[in-house]
C-alpha cells in the first residue's frame, strides 16, 4: 500500500524560507516520478514541480530560482525546499507520486499547509 505524508508547512514571513518533507512508504522509490503541487484557497490545484527517477527536474515558472526539489532514494523521502517566499505562495502543497509508465500521478499526500505573510 504505496503512502505519502507530507510535513514542514507553517507560518512564514515574505522572503523567508521553508522546507517540506514527503515520506513515502510501500513503493520502489527510484523508479517513480515524484512532483509536488499546491492548492491555494478557491482556486484549482497546481503543478509546481517534479523530479524525475533519472534526476532531472521541471519548475512551474512561478517558483523557478525559488524552490528546489531534491530526493533521496536511501530514505524513500523527497523535499520541497522554498526561498524569497512571496504570499501568492500560500496553499496546501501536496506531493504524488506516478508509477513508472503512468500519465497522472496516481499517490498523493494529504497536504500540508504553508502560509505567507506579507
Known amino acids: 500500500q504505496v503512502q505519502l505524508v507530507e510535513s514542514g508547512g507553517g507560518l512564514v514571513q515574505a522572503g523567508g524560507s521553508l522546507r517540506l518533507s514527503c515520506a513515502t512508504s510501500?513503493?520502489?522509490?527510484?523508479?517513480?516520478?515524484m512532483g509536488w503541487f499546491r492548492q491555494a484557497p478557491g482556486k484549482e490545484r497546481k503543478f509546481v514541480c517534479t523530479s524525475w527517477d533519472g534526476g532531472s527536474t521541471y519548475y512551474a515558472d512561478s517558483v523557478k530560482g525559488r524552490f528546489t526539489i531534491s530526493r533521496d532514494n536511501a530514505k524513500n523521502m523527497m523535499y520541497l525546499e522554498m526561498n524569497s517566499l512571496k504570499p501568492e505562495d500560500t496553499a496546501v502543497y501536496y506531493c504524488?507520486?506516478?508509477?513508472?509508465?503512468?500519465?497522472?500521478?496516481?499517490?498523493w499526500g494529504q497536504g500540508t499547509q504553508v502560509t505567507v505573510s506579507s
Open positions: 510501500g513503493l520502489t522509490f527510484n523508479s517513480y516520478t
Open positions: 504524488a507520486v506516478r508509477p513508472p509508465g503512468r500519465v497522472n500521478y496516481d499517490y
